[in-house]
């Protein structure tokens, strides 16, 4: 899996939109880009994924640039409970019985 | 939405007994995992499950095994506790198609105590 690399902490104020980038530049062809985030003492939850077309859904949106060599994730208005750490992973669609590998991720500090 | 559960959210246990994690999921999906999370290692695989009966050992196997009789549940199983099994346990089940299959969806976790 192709490495990412993502800023350790972010600062968001409620309500504005939470911007997350990810650079994964080795990234291959067939390798998708996922997102997860982990609130304090909870298990991981999916958030969204994508190959090279933007994506949203109804928690977030997914931009990846052309060359697919970085990524960002959008929360259009971020709330208090989404302070969580947020995780960006790359990986090949079909690696169905392989572990996520979490890198340290972005911690994201949602304030009023 | 894809619900994951898993029997116990906080267990304490002694130092030798058996214990047994339970998880559900109700999305008939064909693949199960059971993980490990402790600080500054990330999350590890102990074991997964692509079918019924089926299982493979995950990156730190030892001292576990895990039994899958039913496509919806998944059980981990610690032979013995040790204090080093003291731990966050998260199950995960995912789909198998092609594109979602790193869509892996969680259960809450079990935080485990091993006096």
């Known amino acids: 899996d192709a490495k990412t690399t993502q800023p350790p902490s972010m600062d968001c104020a409620e309500g504005r939109a939470a911007n997350l980038p990810c650079n994964h530049s080795?990234?291959?062809?067939?390798?998708?880009v996922y997102w997860y985030r982990q609130i304090h003492s909870q298990g991981p939850q999916y958030i969204i994924h994508?190959?090279?077309n933007n994506e949203t859904n109804e928690m977030a949106s997914l931009i990846i640039t052309e060359d697919r060599k970085s990524s960002t994730l959008i929360l259009p208005h971020a709330t208090l409970r989404d302070t969580a750490v947020y995780y960006c992973?790359?990986?090949?669609?079909?690696?169905?019985?392989?572990?996520?590998?979490f890198g340290k991720g972005t911690t994201l500090s949602v304030s009023s | 939405d894809v619900k994951v559960t898993q029997s116990s959210r906080y267990l304490v246990k002694r130092t030798g007994e058996k214990v047994f994690l339970e998880c559900v999921q109700d999305?008939?999906?064909?693949?199960m995992f059971w993980y490990r999370q402790d600080p500054g290692l990330g999350l590890r695989l102990i074991y997964f499950?692509?079918?019924?009966?089926?299982?493979e050992k995950g990156d730190i196997p030892e001292g576990y095994s895990v039994s899958r009789e039913k496509k919806e549940r998944f059980s981990l199983i610690l032979e013995s506790a040790s204090t080093n099994q003291t731990s966050m346990y998260l199950c995960?089940?995912?789909?198998?198609?092609?594109?979602?299959?790193?869509?892996?969806?969680f259960g809450p976790g079990t935080r485990l105590l091993v006096l």
């Open positions: 995960a089940s995912s789909p198998p198609l092609s594109g979602r299959a790193g869509t892996q969806y």
């Open positions: 080795t990234i291959s062809g067939n390798e998708y």
């Open positions: 994508g190959l090279k």
């Open positions: 992973i790359v990986r090949v669609a079909n690696q169905a019985g392989t572990a996520l590998i």
């Open positions: 999305m008939d999906h064909e693949n």
């Open positions: 499950s692509y079918d019924v009966k089926m299982k």
